[in-house]
């Protein structure tokens, strides 16, 4: 299959991984930011490929892991009301609340749908008028254009019993909490693909600048992969510190311009709690007031909802790269796929996840 069988290809994959060999004389810390391409790396064995002197660390770019409990609560409070159908992407059912999730509110008769798009949701609130639709937004820069666009086309025909319960959040700031802190061991970046098809890496070339640290856009095969990492290890090897681009068969400097407009038009980027790790400034988006109508928290009332994350779950050190998931002692015991404690290991996306469904010499329960 064209794009797919090359970038899966073993023996080119072997020779990136020797050529990586050939030019590390250092040890280097090298952190992918999206969790996909940590399934990706952990389902290949890419970790395992590449030299001692090469360590990857796993970034906070699992959209499920990274959604404050409070939004998971208020989507609980939202489902849970008889007049509401509420939406959601399949992923966030499980995602636990302070006390529940949404597959239980489902099993207790609340009408929870699975989304594959949020347009869905605005063609259910269309056809059912007397029905209260409710389309839960979450994720990065990726997902935001095409909830901004249902949010606007329901304001465009005026569906008044359409809301939008948004979480979104953007990369950039979150990389730069991470070049910020103190802890901080992380040398060089893959930047996510997907983010990058939307919103162009002009912003990442102002944090190369700043922190003198390289990125390389990468794409989510194993090629890719190992390609990106080869690109952030000639950088680093020759002390440059650029942005250049792996995945250049989807991404472009500037990004997708139209996608960009309708996420402004919708959206305005304000401080916003990350799970895990905490508040951090202009890194989320919110419905802007011109679709108040809209916003769901403020349609049910539910903006005051707040939670604490439970104590024993370290992701918010594996989310940073200063854990791995092996180094939680809930890790395969208490916390489980079939049982768990933070929702690293909730996500497909999350690297606890990652580690339990592709770590042949670990053992996890499931
Ligand atoms: S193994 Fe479970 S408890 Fe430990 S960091 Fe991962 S999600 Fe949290």
Same mark, same amino acid.
């Given at each position: 299959?064209k794009?797919?069988?090359?970038?899966r290809?073993?023996?080119?994959a072997?020779?990136?991984?020797?050529?990586?060999?050939?030019c590390?004389?250092?040890p280097?810390?090298l952190?992918?930011?999206?969790?996909?391409q940590?399934?990706t790396?952990?389902?290949y064995?890419i970790d395992?490929?590449?030299p001692p002197?090469v360590e990857l660390v796993?970034g906070?770019?699992?959209?499920?892991c990274?959604?404050?409990l409070?939004?998971?609560?208020k989507?609980?409070?939202i489902?849970?009301?008889?007049?509401v159908t509420?939406?959601s992407?399949?992923?966030?059912l499980r995602?636990?609340g302070?006390?529940?999730d949404?597959?239980? /509110?489902?099993a207790?008769?609340g009408?929870v749908?699975?989304a594959?798009?949020?347009?869905? &949701?605005v %063609? @259910?609130a #269309?056809?059912?008028p007397?029905?209260?639709?409710?389309?839960?937004a979450?994720g990065?820069?990726t997902?935001?254009?095409?909830?901004a666009m249902?949010l606007w086309?329901a304001q465009?025909?005026?569906?008044r019993?359409?809301?939008m319960l948004?979480s979104h959040?953007?990369v950039?700031?979150?990389?730069r909490?991470?070049l910020g802190?103190?802890d901080n061991?992380?040398q060089?970046?893959?930047?996510?693909?997907h983010?990058c098809t939307?919103?162009?890496?002009?912003e990442y070339?102002?944090?190369a600048a700043?922190y003198?640290?390289p990125?390389?856009?990468?794409g989510f095969e194993?090629?890719?992969?190992?390609?990106a990492?080869?690109?952030?290890?000639r950088?680093l090897e020759?002390?440059?510190?650029e /942005?250049e681009n792996?995945?250049?068969r989807s991404?472009?400097?500037?990004g997708?311009?139209p &996608?960009? %407009? @309708?996420? #402004?038009?919708v959206?305005?980027a304000v401080?916003?709690k990350w799970?895990?790790?905490g508040?951090i400034p202009?890194?989320g988006?919110?419905?802007?007031p011109?679709?108040?109508a809209f916003?769901?928290?403020q349609?049910?009332?539910v903006?005051?909802?707040?939670?604490?994350e439970?104590?024993?779950?370290?992701?918010?050190l594996?989310?940073q790269g200063l854990?791995?998931?092996?180094d939680c002692?809930?890790?395969?015991t208490?916390c489980t796929p079939?049982?768990?404690?933070?929702?690293?290991?909730?996500?497909?996306e999350?690297?606890?996840?990652?580690?339990?469904?592709?770590?042949?010499?670990?053992?996890?329960a499931?």
């Amino acid at each position: 299959m064209k794009y797919i069988d090359e970038y899966r290809d073993t023996a080119l994959a072997h020779t990136l991984a020797d050529e990586i060999s050939k030019c590390v004389t250092k040890p280097w810390v090298l952190m992918e930011i999206c969790g996909g391409q940590t399934h990706t790396l952990m389902r290949y064995g890419i970790d395992e490929m590449l030299p001692p002197r090469v360590e990857l660390v796993h970034g906070p770019g699992c959209p499920v892991c990274v959604t404050p409990l409070e939004i998971l609560d208020k989507a609980i409070a939202i489902a849970s009301r008889p007049d509401v159908t509420f939406f959601s992407y399949g992923d966030m059912l499980r995602v636990p609340g302070s006390r529940l999730d949404l597959f239980r /509110v489902k099993a207790a008769g609340g009408d929870v749908r699975i989304a594959y798009s949020p347009m869905e &949701a605005v %063609r @259910v609130a #269309r056809e059912h008028p007397l029905r209260n639709v409710v389309f839960f937004a979450v994720g990065f820069e990726t997902t935001a254009p095409a909830n901004a666009m249902a949010l606007w086309q329901a304001q465009r025909e005026g569906l008044r019993n359409f809301s939008m319960l948004a979480s979104h959040v953007l990369v950039p700031p979150a990389i730069r909490l991470l070049l910020g802190s103190a802890d901080n061991r992380v040398q060089g970046f893959i930047a996510p693909g997907h983010v990058c098809t939307i919103v162009g890496y002009r912003e990442y070339e102002a944090l190369a600048a700043e922190y003198r640290v390289p990125f390389v856009v990468g794409g989510f095969e194993p090629v890719d992969l190992l390609q990106a990492i080869l690109m952030l290890v000639r950088q680093l090897e020759e002390g440059r510190a650029e /942005v250049e681009n792996q995945y250049a068969r989807s991404v472009t400097r500037d990004g997708n311009l139209p &996608a960009q %407009r @309708v996420m #402004r038009d919708v959206f305005e980027a304000v401080d916003h709690k990350w799970r895990g790790l905490g508040a951090i400034p202009m890194s989320g988006l919110r419905i802007r007031p011109e679709f108040a109508a809209f916003d769901a928290e403020q349609v049910y009332g539910v903006e005051a909802i707040a939670a604490d994350e439970p104590a024993e779950c370290i992701s918010a050190l594996v989310l940073q790269g200063l854990k791995k998931p092996v180094d939680c002692t809930a890790f395969g015991t208490q916390c489980t796929p079939g049982n768990p404690l933070g929702a690293p290991m909730v996500s497909s996306e999350g690297a606890c996840a990652a580690y339990c469904a592709y770590r042949r010499n670990l053992t996890c329960a499931p």
